[in-house]
């Protein structure tokens, strides 16, 4: 215990009430019935400085409960809230957490960002959220040439502290998203023609395990670890830093441009053609939304087009400046925190995520547009209010993947698909409302099934689910083969043999629960 703790009335009180518990002689309610906090925040409080604890109905409390990027995530009510300043508190808290597990069960839930998507991914009910909000480091090493990042850091943090050394990581591309859950997760970044997914960057991972003990894995040590980390999620311990390889940056092109719906298939025509020749445009990276916003209150297409050189409006996307009808065009020589701020979600709305990918195959682009036009006029008779759909369409080609082995490898599977380019597709819907909830997860689901459907229908579907968009009734770690499943499953019992990972944080992919 940090020796600077201070001592105030109140934590004097709770330390003697969990004293008291612990010995098993009286039930902490019955000593202090209106001062005592949950059993567990209290466990925390006697482990950490009491400053490190946040509770309901304090500012700092209700800040940070309120920017979660779904509100859904915000009408969860965790206990308290514990934040600490750096690894060995951590530890410290992970391990009273765990270790009063045959007293009473510390359930809680892991927070970098809190972008996760569903409710519950990184918030939990009457439980505590260990949030990693002050790990927030981003220091450049010119020695090694790594990036060593916090899993509390944002995007935003990586990007603006980068740039002005003329070095870049390949990250994610929204400013918001936070560095843990993201590269966990597998993460697609803008470098990823050229560098692979954001997870294949990390040549060192620095963990907690469960027991509260420190880990490192990486290709040399611990190389199964290092190798379940990249797309196995929450299921191992607490990562507290990355070690990212770093590459020279000297500013990048891109932005968003917005044509009329009418133009859609020429836009899918030319995504499956941008694709295909990703391997000879190694800078290039191309997103293609189909869009609706109720305030606008027509269909819109919205293109993100993102160049890792400054170089303006390049070659590569000349199937698309062919497509007339712009109506809106924010490309220019850009910076990637400028690219990444663009992309910065609002935190008031009520949110959908869910994937599915198939084959880079025009048909399916076309009927997942068909299929979109008829949820939507749907959705347009029943919702009400301020709402939104982004339907999201992605390249995966095989230039993403090529390097995943030699680098210590991942779980993601996709070595399964040879050279097969494939297309990732997303409906992020918004509303507000909780009356619509059931309206719009519904509206969502049905996207993915009957698309699903199709692409099954004509031999281009893929198993692959995308954890990081994944909706909570997805399955995302069973879609990597079963090889990899098996592989998530003996490193989460290796480094967590008494399985509190499964047990205690019910957030995030659970490997205790695929079959
Ligand atoms: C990008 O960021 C760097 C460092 O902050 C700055 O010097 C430069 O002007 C920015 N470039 C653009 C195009 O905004």
């Given at each position: 215990m940090p020796a600077t703790k201070m001592v105030g009335l109140v934590e004097l009180l709770i330390a003697a009430a969990v004293s008291t518990a612990t010995a098993q002689k009286e039930a902490p309610q019955a000593v202090l019935p209106a001062l005592l906090p949950d059993f567990c925040c209290a466990a925390l409080s006697r482990a950490l400085p009491w400053s490190r604890l946040l509770f309901p109905h304090h500012t700092a409390f209700e800040t940070r409960h309120s920017s979660y990027f779904n509100v859904n995530q915000q009408t969860i009510n965790p206990s308290c809230i514990v934040q600490p300043r750096d690894h060995g508190e951590v530890a410290l808290a992970v391990a009273a957490l765990t270790s009063t597990s045959k007293f009473k069960p510390c359930k809680f839930a892991i927070r970098s960002?809190?972008?996760?998507?569903?409710?519950?991914a990184s918030n939990i009910d009457a439980g505590v959220v260990l949030d990693l909000?002050?790990?927030?480091t981003v220091k450049y090493d010119a020695r090694n040439n790594l990036v060593d990042v916090g899993p509390g850091a944002t995007w935003n943090d990586v990007y603006t502290t980068l740039e002005p050394l003329g070095i870049m990581i390949a990250?994610?591309?929204?400013?918001?998203?936070?560095?843990g859950g993201l590269t966990l997760g597998g993460g697609i970044s803008y470098f990823s023609p050229e560098h692979g997914f954001v997870c294949d960057n990390v040549v060192e991972f620095s963990l907690v395990l469960a027991s509260g003990r420190f880990a490192f894995a990486s290709k040399t040590s611990n190389p199964d670890l290092f190798m379940a980390l990249k797309g196995g999620g929450n299921n191992f311990g607490v990562v507290i830093s990355f070690a990212f390889r770093a590459f020279k940056y000297s500013g990048m092109w891109g932005g968003l441009v917005v044509y009329p719906e009418t133009t859609m298939h020429d836009q899918f025509k030319a995504l499956v053609n941008f694709a295909n020749k990703i391997e000879k445009n190694p800078k290039g990276a191309a997103i293609v939304m189909s869009v609706y916003q109720s305030t606008v209150g027509v269909p819109l297409v919205s293109n993100a087009y993102d160049y890792?050189?400054?170089?303006?409006?390049?070659?590569?996307?000349d199937e698309f400046f062919?497509?007339?009808?712009?109506?809106a065009d924010t490309t220019g020589i850009r910076n990637m925190s400028s690219i990444a701020q663009e992309w910065e979600?609002?935190?008031?709305h009520s949110v959908f995520f869910g994937t599915l990918t198939f084959a880079n195959d025009l048909r399916v682009m076309k009927q997942a547009h068909e299929i979109f036009k008829d949820v939507l006029s749907h959705l347009k008779t029943k919702a009400t209010g301020d709402w939104g759909i982004y339907t999201i369409y992605q390249p995966i080609p095989p230039a993403y993947w090529k390097d995943s082995e030699a680098r210590?490898?991942?779980?993601?599977?996709?070595?399964?698909?040879?050279n097969q380019a494939l297309c990732l597709y997303l409906p992020y819907i918004s509303w507000q409302g909780a009356e619509q909830d059931a309206l719009f997860q519904a509206s969502g689901a049905e996207l993915i099934k009957r698309i699903r459907k199709y692409a099954e229908s004509i031999g281009a579907d893929n198993p692959f689910l995308y954890l990081n968009y994944?909706?909570?009734?997805?399955?995302?770690?069973?879609?990597?083969g079963a090889a990899n499943v098996e592989r998530i499953r003996a490193v989460a019992k290796k480094y967590d043999p008494h399985e509190f990972l499964q047990n205690l944080v019910p957030g995030g992919f659970k490997i205790a629960n695929v079959s």
């Open positions: 960002g809190g972008h996760g998507t569903y409710a519950g909000k002050n790990l927030n990250g994610g591309r929204s400013s918001l998203v936070g560095v890792a050189e400054p170089v303006s409006r390049p070659a590569a996307y062919a497509i007339p009808g712009v109506i979600g609002v935190t008031t210590g490898g991942n779980v993601l599977g996709f070595e399964r698909f040879n994944a909706d909570k009734t997805q399955d995302p770690l069973a879609t990597y």
